[in-house]
């Protein structure tokens, strides 16, 4: 009862995200073994303890932007993954690469966005981090910013399957024509589940953004 409850809290796009990032991180953890990677930035000293779902959705909950937010983080993490081959997502990374991509994705795609400051705070950074993680993504991304609706709507179309993969009873396989983010070396593609409330008024995002403001701060 508490997961139905947990899923109709929070959008299915969330799950589905982060379970593709968690098997990523798994198996780029183990090939960093074996294949030379490039330390960044983006790097912690340790795993962070936070999952990976419940990072994103403490950034759902806090940062509230938009659904289609997530979808097109989720577009400049493969697009920086396939300019910088060695910097594959993995648990060391994931979560800096995360806060930054939705931060920068925010401020691309919404009318209201709060400032680095507090995506920092969202994401258990300072201040400073924030500012030279969003530097140093947005040239990894030679400042690729630009979504088409036609690549979205491709990104959009490929979740399905990780929702496929997370049925038990369906086998889906994936080939390696299709596009994966597997060892990030090729394409990942996904699906988002919106809520039905996507198109909520500026009045109401900005009654919203004060209210997570205010929790946040407590």
Same mark, same amino acid.
């Given at each position: 009862?508490?997961?139905?409850?947990?899923?109709?809290?929070?959008?299915?796009?969330?799950?589905?995200?982060?379970?593709?990032?968690?098997?990523?991180?798994?198996?780029?953890?183990?090939?960093?073994?074996?294949?030379?990677?490039?330390?960044?930035?983006?790097?912690?000293?340790?795993?962070?303890?936070?999952?990976?779902?419940?990072? &994103?959705?403490?950034?759902?909950?806090?940062? /509230?932007?938009? #659904?289609?937010? !997530?979808?097109?983080?989720?577009? *400049? @993490?493969? %697009?920086?993954?396939?300019?910088?081959?060695?910097?594959?997502?993995?648990?060391?990374?994931?979560?800096?690469?995360?806060?930054?991509?939705?931060?920068?994705?925010?401020?691309?795609?919404?009318?209201?966005?709060?400032?680095?400051?507090?995506?920092?705070?969202?994401?258990?950074?300072?201040?400073?981090?924030?500012?030279?993680?969003?530097?140093?993504? &947005?040239?990894?991304?030679?400042?690729?910013? /630009?979504?088409? #609706?036609?690549? !979205?709507?491709?990104?959009?179309? *490929? @979740?399905? %399957?990780?929702?496929?993969?997370?049925?038990?009873?369906?086998?889906?396989?994936?080939?390696?024509?299709?596009?994966?983010?597997?060892?990030?070396?090729?394409?990942?593609?996904?699906?988002?589940?919106?809520?039905?409330?996507?198109?909520?008024?500026?009045?109401?995002?900005?009654?919203?953004?004060?209210?997570?403001?205010?929790?946040?701060?407590?």
């Amino acid at each position: 009862m508490a997961e139905i409850e947990k899923l109709n809290s929070v959008p299915t796009m969330i799950t589905f995200l982060s379970s593709l990032l968690q098997r990523v991180a798994e198996s780029n953890d183990i090939q960093r073994k074996l294949e030379p990677q490039k330390v960044s930035v983006f790097h912690g000293l340790t795993q962070p303890t936070i999952s990976i779902q419940t990072y &994103l959705e403490r950034i759902f909950k806090y940062a /509230n932007c938009s #659904p289609s937010c !997530f979808v097109v983080a989720y577009v *400049y @993490l493969d %697009r920086f993954t396939q300019r910088q081959p060695l910097l594959p997502i993995n648990s060391y990374n994931v979560h800096r690469l995360l806060i930054t991509s939705v931060m920068i994705s925010a401020k691309f795609m919404d009318d209201m966005y709060y400032n680095n400051a507090y995506y920092a705070k969202i994401g258990g950074i300072n201040i400073t981090e924030m500012n030279f993680l969003e530097v140093d993504f &947005l040239f990894g991304l030679g400042f690729h910013l /630009n979504v088409t #609706p036609n690549t !979205f709507h491709t990104y959009c179309s *490929y @979740l399905q %399957r990780e929702m496929l993969l997370l049925q038990p009873p369906l086998n889906v396989v994936i080939s390696d024509s299709n596009p994966s983010l597997i060892m990030g070396k090729s394409s990942m593609i996904i699906h988002s589940c919106f809520n039905d409330d996507e198109s909520t008024s500026h009045q109401q995002q900005q009654q919203q953004q004060q209210q997570q403001q205010q929790q946040l701060a407590v």
